[in-house]
């Protein structure tokens, strides 16, 4: 359950990397580019839901909650600093994600293609680089058995959780 689906409030979704969960906070960390469609989504709406499916398991998990986005604040240092030098490469981008291009190709420099870039060289692409937060509200929880179904709802508000079973 390592890459959930993400979906904002402008009806989008996409596969992100989960990058952290908090389970004091009830909260979840992923890692974008700033100047992405779904960074401009969130700012217009803070709306999210993350979609979970773990086949083994049989379990399917759908949260919703708000996320906030930090761009230039501690938290995004803290995640920039943690990553890789390859991870944070993908910064480098000098057109934005989504921007039209002539033929195919990474968006990155010709310089970086193919190594793996100093600290220095990664200096100029912090300031692309964004993390967001999920708060998350409410959990949906689905196990899917031969025998018979199982679903359960859990609220989140103020530290305390509600929890009830639901016909799934
Ligand atoms: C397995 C996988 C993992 C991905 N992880 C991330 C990620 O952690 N962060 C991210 O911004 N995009 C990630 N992407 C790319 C997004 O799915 C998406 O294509 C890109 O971020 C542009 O999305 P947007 O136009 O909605 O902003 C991943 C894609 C795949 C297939």
């Avoid at 689906?5 to 596969?15: E, F, I, P």
């Avoid at 969960?21 to 974008?32: I, L, N, V």
């Avoid at 049989?58 to 240092?77: F, L, Y």
């Avoid at 995640?79 to 993908?90: E, Q």
Wanted: a negative charge.
């Amino acid at each position: 359950m390592h890459t959930p689906a993400v979906g904002t409030s402008d009806g989008d979704l996409r596969v992100m990397v989960l990058r952290g969960f908090d389970r004091d906070a009830m909260s979840m960390r992923f890692h974008t580019d700033a100047r992405s469609a779904k960074v401009s989504a969130i700012r217009e709406g803070p709306a999210i839901s993350v979609l979970f499916y773990n086949p083994e398991a049989k379990v399917q998990i759908r949260t919703r909650g708000i996320a906030v986005v930090d761009q230039d604040g501690t938290e995004a240092d803290a995640a920039w600093t943690d990553s890789t030098p390859f991870a944070r490469r993908c910064y480098l981008s000098e057109l934005p994600p989504g921007a039209s291009t002539e033929e195919a190709r990474s968006g990155l420099p010709d310089w970086v293609e193919g190594i793996v870039p100093s600290e220095a060289q990664l200096a100029p692409a912090r300031k692309n680089f964004a993390v967001f937060t999920v708060r998350i509200h409410a959990i949906d929880w689905l196990y899917l058995a031969n025998a018979g179904h199982r679903r359960a709802r859990f609220e989140f508000s103020d530290g305390n959780v509600e929890s009830r079973w639901l016909v799934p």
